[in-house]
């Protein structure tokens, strides 16, 4: 496996036919991200790489992160795997999911006993 790992931060929503996965990945080429689907859970992957070679020792703040990365995510609803799509824009990553035609979520009451 080439991914360590750092974890991916990401939000999820929802709109009545899809499914949108946004993230910030600045610095990460479309060719160093994979995403897939497995059954009912996203897995998002990818790597960013450090640009030259910096001694440990001439940081004085380190805080971004280099290196693989990866989140997944288990999808409320089934999603039509064929259709999606992903898109990098300015280091966001988006990832819409159309639902499933027979897709439905049921809500449930909790009553008091």
């Known amino acids: ?33 994979d995403i897939s689907i497995n059954n009912d859970m996203l897995t998002i992957r990818g790597k960013r790489l450090s640009q030259g070679e ?12 280099w290196g693989g990365f990866s989140r997944s995510v288990i999808l409320p ?11 990098l824009d300015n280091g966001v990553l988006t ?5 499933a035609k027979n897709a439905k979520q049921v809500s449930i009451k909790v009553r008091e006993k």
């Open 95 to 99: 990832v819409t999911l159309p639902k």
């Open 77 to 87: 609803v089934e999603v039509d795997a064929e259709k999606v799509e992903a898109a």
């Open 1 to 33: 496996d080439d991914y360590d790992e750092g974890q991916l931060s990401i939000d999820v929503y929802q709109t009545p036919d899809k499914l949108i996965v946004k993230s910030t990945i600045a610095g990460v080429k479309p060719e160093n991200i």
């Open 54 to 65: 910096i001694k440990e020792e001439n940081y004085l703040i380190k805080e971004c992160y």
